[in-house]
């Protein structure tokens, strides 16, 4: 049988390889790394996790992104799989030891016997004798395959910024100042640490991110814009002094164990790993320099001798206009041979790039089968955002997208408002989807 090409080894690229195999249909999987590296990445593992370890939230009947993860589960999903398998405590999120994580990934696929793993640069799929090809290379595609791509897509790409965020080690953490605790006590109640500042400790912060140094734009990115989504911190504090006492830095749902008192503004720090030697610190994505970061981010009380496993950074995403120009099934309209998936197609989000992997993955074999293409309904998170990249968006305005209810078509019967009428329409949304869901696989 002629195989279904892939190009790229994240978390789309190795869910989509792992669709296709499972119906016995031959895969060869093309990553670069380490053949080339990238400026992020720190191993040659699939489906590494480069930005944060948080697949957000898992609440299947109040969160879309939780619905999602459910809807993945349901189809075998094999980055839902490996982050079960690999949890590291997070409240109402799920999060994942990183490492473990794409060890798993990486060892399925390998042990495949319908998967064959080429580690190897591919700068021009569309001169190949391939029959069908899914590109999947997200947001760090290779300059020589963004050249191609523009050049065959004949569409300007579009780019923004992603930051990451700086990880901690625990020990060196001062727990006289900070404490456990999950907002509202969620989950277990103490999934996260918590350090408070005051309301002088918090303007002084305020003042030396304002005052950071930041590295430089290249001449290239100077005119790129920030995902929303995923903003610096200094971008945040610049955008007025409570930005982000109403955003990362928000006290509410906590109280401080040591004082029994609210603290104005908490930096919260996440478990990074599963032994729990590795914290990161939630929201504070940043471009400082490395010698600023240590300095501000030690201001923070509890975290005066911190040291640091990883400092932030940044990095350039691109995505395309898909829209304008992928179909139903994310085939390039000038070129059917060839899919897009995942990031590179205006998703955001570790589980949104996946669930296009997916998608992707599951249209090929169909394709190749000579069966109907039927995508997911509207109704199912996997319909919302599929619907979304190729048409629900509008072309000259097109963004990234994380998954969400704004996607999804309205409930057939009105729900009240208010808290409670909020978590019962959510509730619906989700029934409604997961009855959608069980009819389209079956």
Same mark, same amino acid.
């Given at each position: 049988?002629?195989?279904?090409?892939?190009?790229?080894?994240?978390?789309?690229?190795?869910?989509?390889?792992?669709?296709?195999?499972?119906?016995?249909?031959?895969?060869?999987?093309?990553?670069?790394?380490?053949?080339?590296?990238?400026?992020?990445?720190?191993?040659?593992?699939?489906?590494?996790?480069?930005?944060?370890?948080?697949?957000?939230?898992?609440?299947?009947?109040?969160?879309?992104?939780?619905?999602?993860?459910?809807?993945?589960?349901?189809?075998?999903?094999?980055?839902?799989?490996?982050?079960?398998?690999?949890?590291?405590?997070?409240?109402?999120?799920?999060?994942?030891?990183?490492?473990?994580?794409?060890?798993?990934?990486?060892?399925?696929?390998?042990?495949?016997?319908?998967?064959?793993?080429?580690?190897?640069?591919?700068?021009?799929?569309?001169?190949?004798?391939?029959?069908?090809?899914?590109?999947?290379?997200? *947001? @760090?595609?290779?300059?020589?395959?963004?050249?191609? %791509?523009?050049?065959?897509? /004949?569409? &300007?790409?579009?780019? !923004?910024? +992603?930051?990451?965020?700086?990880?901690?080690?625990?020990?060196?953490?001062?727990?006289?100042?900070?404490?456990?605790?999950?907002?509202?006590?969620?989950?277990?109640?103490?999934?996260?640490?918590?350090? *408070? @500042?005051?309301?002088?400790?918090?303007?002084?912060? %305020?003042?030396?991110?304002? /005052?950071? &140094?930041?590295?430089? !734009?290249? +001449?290239?990115?100077?005119?790129?814009?920030?995902?929303?989504?995923?903003?610096?911190?200094?971008?945040?504090?610049?955008?007025?002094?409570?930005?982000?006492?109403?955003?990362?830095?928000?006290?509410?749902? @906590?109280?401080?164990?040591?004082?029994?008192?609210?603290?104005?503004?908490?930096?919260?720090?996440?478990?990074?790993?599963?032994?729990?030697?590795?914290?990161?610190?939630?929201?504070?994505?940043?471009?400082?320099?490395?010698?600023?970061?240590?300095?501000?981010?030690?201001?923070?009380?509890?975290?005066?001798?911190?040291?640091?496993?990883? @400092?932030?950074?940044?990095?350039?995403?691109?995505?395309?206009?898909?829209?304008?120009?992928?179909?139903?099934?994310?085939?390039?309209?000038?070129?059917?041979?060839?899919?897009?998936?995942?990031?590179?197609?205006?998703?955001?989000?570790?589980?949104?790039?996946?669930?296009?992997?997916?998608?992707?993955?599951?249209?090929?074999?169909?394709?190749?089968?000579?069966?109907?293409?039927?995508?997911?309904?509207?109704?199912?998170?996997?319909?919302?955002?599929?619907?979304?990249?190729?048409?629900?968006?509008?072309?000259?305005?097109?963004?990234?997208?994380?998954?969400?209810?704004?996607?999804?078509?309205?409930?057939?019967?009105?729900?009240?408002?208010?808290?409670?009428?909020?978590?019962?329409?959510?509730?619906?949304?989700?029934?409604?989807?997961?009855?959608?869901?069980?009819?389209?696989?079956?």
């Amino acid at each position: 049988m002629e195989p279904i090409h892939i190009v790229g080894g994240g978390l789309a690229g190795s869910e989509a390889a792992w669709q296709i195999a499972g119906t016995g249909h031959p895969v060869i999987l093309h990553e670069m790394r380490p053949v080339r590296e990238t400026d992020v990445h720190v191993g040659g593992g699939l489906a590494e996790l480069v930005c944060s370890n948080s697949f957000r939230s898992d609440n299947a009947e109040q969160n879309a992104v939780g619905l999602l993860h459910e809807e993945m589960r349901r189809c075998g999903s094999l980055i839902m799989a490996a982050g079960d398998a690999n949890r590291v405590p997070a409240g109402g999120a799920m999060a994942v030891d990183r490492v473990g994580f794409s060890d798993a990934v990486t060892a399925r696929l390998t042990d495949h016997p319908m998967v064959t793993i080429q580690r190897e640069e591919i700068s021009e799929p569309i001169s190949q004798s391939w029959q069908s090809v899914i590109i999947a290379t997200g *947001p @760090l595609t290779s300059p020589a395959l963004s050249t191609a %791509i523009l050049k065959f897509t /004949g569409e &300007d790409s579009l780019a !923004f910024f +992603d930051a990451i965020a700086p990880v901690i080690y625990k020990e060196t953490i001062d727990f006289s100042k900070s404490w456990f605790q999950s907002r509202y006590d969620k989950g277990d109640g103490a999934d996260y640490i918590n350090c *408070p @500042l005051d309301e002088t400790q918090y303007d002084s912060f %305020i003042d030396a991110l304002r /005052g950071g &140094d930041a590295m430089p !734009f290249h +001449d290239w990115e100077k005119d790129t814009p920030y995902f929303e989504g995923c903003l610096p911190i200094e971008v945040m504090a610049e955008r007025g002094v409570e930005t982000l006492r109403f955003g990362p830095m928000k006290p509410v749902g @906590l109280t401080n164990s040591h004082t029994g008192g609210k603290a104005h503004a908490v930096v919260q720090l996440r478990q990074d790993n599963a032994l729990g030697t590795l914290y990161n610190m939630v929201g504070f994505q940043t471009k400082l320099k490395h010698s600023e970061q240590t300095r501000i981010f030690r201001a923070i009380p509890g975290l005066e001798k911190a040291e640091f496993a990883r @400092l932030g950074g940044i990095h350039r995403n691109t995505f395309i206009n898909s829209p304008r120009l992928l179909d139903k099934s994310l085939r390039l309209k000038s070129e059917p041979k060839i899919r897009f998936a995942g990031q590179i197609t205006g998703v955001e989000g570790y589980v949104e790039s996946a669930a296009c992997g997916l998608l992707a993955g599951r249209f090929s074999i169909l394709e190749r089968q000579g069966k109907t293409l039927m995508p997911p309904p509207p109704t199912t998170a996997l319909g919302a955002l599929l619907n979304h990249i190729v048409g629900g968006a509008e072309a000259d305005i097109f963004q990234p997208m994380n998954v969400n209810y704004g996607l999804f078509p309205p409930l057939e019967t009105p729900v009240k408002g208010g808290r409670r009428g909020r978590q019962e329409r959510r509730l619906a949304y989700s029934r409604r989807a997961l009855t959608a869901l069980e009819g389209w696989l079956s």
